[in-house]
């Protein structure tokens, strides 16, 4: 009797330790420790999931757990644009994820300012053929706006069931440039499964969404009254572009479906500015790759340049992404793909004419479900700067019959100036972020976990100086 009593006890502890250590995650997707990894008390997990079977089509991912009390907080997906770049690369380790390449790219660093402190991270290579994503079928990578929200609303099933603890936590969905058609995209498909499911619901609390790609013909001029603005360009050929090229006429697949003078004054705008800027942050320095390619060999550079942002992030990120013992403990590459890991895709035709859609309505749809959007724009990005999305969102605003409830003032972090901030009938805000680039989280790191807290809290930005509480 007592042997039976004590073999009871030991199957029990063992099932509760096992059920504690597992709590529902997918321990083979378990990074136990990327290659120059700093010590830290959260988990990663990577691997794919597939979207489809019969066409050999899966997806990438990167999941870091919330640093401190996650199972608490609440998941957000983010998803860089291009169409085709990879948010493995973009979001998790340049902008908001919890490491950072280092300068010898043979190692990481850790953010301190990563999003991660308040919020599980999801990072997801969307669409197939961008990253470590992809498929056995060679079409698959002609693909659109539709068949990649499609894929990733495959995927959050599918991950859900991996991770089955988050099914009903608060989701936040985010993401930058293109993903301004990314997220609202998917955001739609979520809420139409939700209308239509007697069963599971994506428990959608916002939508984020940074110098999104919102409507090309706002959108395209804006970069060049911003060249203007900004004194790239000359009074004369800022004139010539605003009073001759009709922009609503222009579109992605034939940008130049406007007039001589038109094609003329952009083309003499795009030489002035030339090629030592870097257009989404025109205030940062720029890297020389040849050099920086050189050092990483000699595995002594570090870069510090533009007020401490290591403007060679991208290089020291592609050679620690390639190195095959980084490939092995983040699960990924696993049929041998036949090129490096990149950050932007070369294999993909994706839609020319699906970059020319208006996401307003989308929005409007959106909000009209009760889910809040937040647009925030980084002020020193050209390609698509804050002078056509301020004006968007706006006009949303105004279709919505929505006052404004906060007028445009400044926010703050720390004491100083974060940005302006402007919100409109409770559900729909537009901020900036002062001196920050087309990738916020990466320009300008603790002013985004400021307004990224704010935005998962339901709070509005601080206006005052006071300290704030993060």
């Known amino acids: 009797m007592e042997r039976w009593w004590c ?11 096992v059920g504690r250590r597992g709590e529902g995650y997918p321990e083979e997707d378990l990074v136990v420790r990327l290659p120059g990894q700093p010590k830290v008390g959260f988990r990663q997990y990577a691997g794919y999931v597939d979207v489809d079977e019969k066409a050999g089509r899966t997806l990438f991912y990167y999941f870091a757990e919330a640093d401190g009390d996650a199972h608490a907080k609440p998941l957000t997906l983010w998803l860089n644009g291009g169409p085709g770049c990879s948010s493995v690369g973009g979001g998790a380790f340049t902008e908001l994820g919890p490491f950072f390449p280092r300068g010898d790219g043979r190692g990481l660093r850790l953010n301190k300012m990563s999003w991660n402190k308040v919020s599980n991270l999801l990072f997801v290579e969307s669409p197939a053929g961008v990253g470590w994503s992809y498929s056995n079928t060679t079409s698959d990578y002609n693909c659109g706006d539709e068949s990649t929200a499609n894929d990733m609303y495959k995927f959050l099933l599918r991950w859900y069931d991996k991770f089955p603890e988050f099914r009903l936590k608060n989701l936040f969905l985010t993401g930058e440039s293109y993903a301004g058609h990314y997220i609202p995209q998917l955001a739609n498909v979520l809420l139409d499964h939700n209308q239509h499911s007697t ?6 609390k916002g939508v984020a969404i940074g110098n999104p790609l919102l409507k090309l013909d706002r959108d395209a001029p804006a970069t060049y009254e911003f060249f203007w603005s900004h004194g790239m360009i000359s009074d004369e050929i800022g004139l010539t572009i605003m009073n001759q090229c009709d922009f609503e006429d222009y579109t992605f697949s034939n940008p130049h479906n406007v007039s001589k003078a ?21 205030i940062l320095d720029v890297c020389y790759p040849s050099i920086v390619e050189q050092e990483l060999r000699l595995r002594k550079y570090v870069t510090k340049m533009s007020v401490g942002v290591d403007v060679c ?19 990924a590459n696993r049929t041998k793909l036949p090129y490096s890991w990149g950050m932007c895709s070369g294999l993909l035709n994706y839609s020319s004419t699906d970059v020319d859609i208006d996401i307003l309505p989308l929005l409007k749809k959106i909000i009209r479900h009760g889910t809040p959007v937040w647009v925030f724009s ?16 706006r006009e949303l605003a105004h ?10 003032g400044v926010w703050f972090y720390k004491g100083q100036v974060g940005g302006w901030v402007t919100e409109y009938g409770n559900l729909l805000t537009f901020a900036t972020v002062r001196g920050a680039s087309h990738m916020v989280p990466y320009a300008q790191p603790a002013r985004a976990l400021r307004l990224f807290t704010s935005f998962i809290h339901g709070q509005r930005l601080p206006n005052s ?3 704030s509480i993060s």
């Open 7 to 17: 073999l009871m006890v030991v199957v029990v502890v063992v099932v509760a330790v």
């Open 313 to 331: 992030m991208s290089v020291e990120r592609y050679f620690y992404f390639n190195l095959p013992q980084v490939q092995l403990a983040l699960h």
């Open 378 to 393: 980084g002020d020193q990005d050209s390609v698509v700067p804050l002078l056509g999305s301020r004006t968007l969102v």
């Open 199 to 204: 069963g599971f619901k994506f428990n959608i």
């Open 465 to 467: 100086t006071h300290p």
């Open 262 to 282: 038109c094609n003329d004054a952009i083309e003499k705008a795009n030489i002035i500015v030339g090629d030592y800027i870097n257009e989404y942050d025109v």
């Open 399 to 408: 279709d919505l019959n929505f006052r404004v409830t906060v007028p445009y």
